[in-house]
């Protein structure tokens, strides 16, 4: 509902104010100029999504074993985590260029930057659902002769579950932004390309439609994780109703 307020009031201002369409081209305009350039949109935004899939897979992966490895050992957890805070202050702006030029142009600079943009904040969440572990439930698994790793697949992961899917949410929203930074840096193919190609050509009703695009695999990539989320978790939706 507030989508569709903001994009009429968008639309009458365009209209009524006399605006230039090449300062800000109206919603109408920019889903006509989307269905008419459907085929260059649609062949640029499947290397983005590829990007974007291969690169989030990479990040799941990483974060995912990294915080096994952090969850195990202290001293690890103490060291690396430094490293992973100051990795998150560094400027992407700055980074994609240099990753570009040591990597070449291909798919795993584009791959390397989502991983980045995206796997810190699931680790962060990992480590801390770990942490919320109730000692309760750990003690008694361990009196009944559980081995470390068995306390942790029945009781330490699943109370970091909904930590993670929070986690997850998050870095869904960076993925495409990451792969769209990336191809900023150097592409042949991509929303990126398309968009700086529409600028250079002074066709702000392309940029807004390829920027319509990108937002459009946000939301689907973001309600993917929320159906997984149910999937994996149809407790948490029972507890969440009983709460209320």
Same mark, same amino acid.
């Given at each position: 509902?507030? /989508?569709? +307020?903001?994009?009429?009031?968008? =639309?009458? @201002? ?21 269905? /008419? ?28 074993? *990294?915080? /096994? ?10 060291? *690396? ?6 990795? =998150? ?21 584009? /791959? ?22 109730? #000692? ?8 009944? +002769? ?27 929203? @960076?993925?495409?932004? +990451? ?6 840096? +150097?592409?042949? #193919? ?5 968009? *700086? ?48």
């Amino acid at each position: 509902m507030a /989508i569709a +307020g903001l994009l009429l009031a968008w =639309q009458l @201002y365009a209209e009524l104010s006399g605006i230039s369409p090449t300062t800000l081209p109206s919603p109408w305009r920019v889903a006509q100029q989307a269905w /008419i350039h459907k085929t260059a949109l649609y062949d640029n935004a499947l290397p983005t999504v590829r990007a974007t899939l291969f690169g989030f897979a990479c990040s799941l992966m990483t974060a995912f074993l *990294l915080s /096994i490895l952090m969850d195990f050992s202290r001293p690890l957890r103490r060291a *690396l985590f430094p490293v992973f805070i100051i990795s =998150q202050t560094l400027p992407l702006v700055a980074i994609a260029p240099l990753v570009v030029l040591w990597f070449g142009f291909g798919l795993v600079p584009k /791959i390397m930057l989502v991983a980045l943009v995206t796997f810190f904040p699931m680790l962060v969440a990992l480590v801390q659902g770990y942490e919320a572990t109730e #000692k309760e439930i750990a003690q008694l698994l361990q009196s009944m +002769g559980a081995s470390r790793w068995r306390v942790f697949w029945l009781a330490r992961l699943p109370s970091a579950l909904p930590f993670f899917f929070a986690g997850l949410r998050i870095s869904i929203t @960076y993925a495409v932004v +990451g792969a769209i930074f990336a191809e900023y840096a +150097g592409a042949a #193919k991509g929303l990126g390309i398309y968009i *700086l190609n529409a600028k250079n050509n002074f066709r702000p009703d392309l940029v807004l439609a390829a920027v319509g695009v990108s937002a459009t695999l946000t939301l689907v990539l973001f309600g993917i994780t929320v159906l997984v989320q149910r999937l994996a978790m149809p407790w948490h939706r029972f507890e969440r109703e009983q709460a209320r």
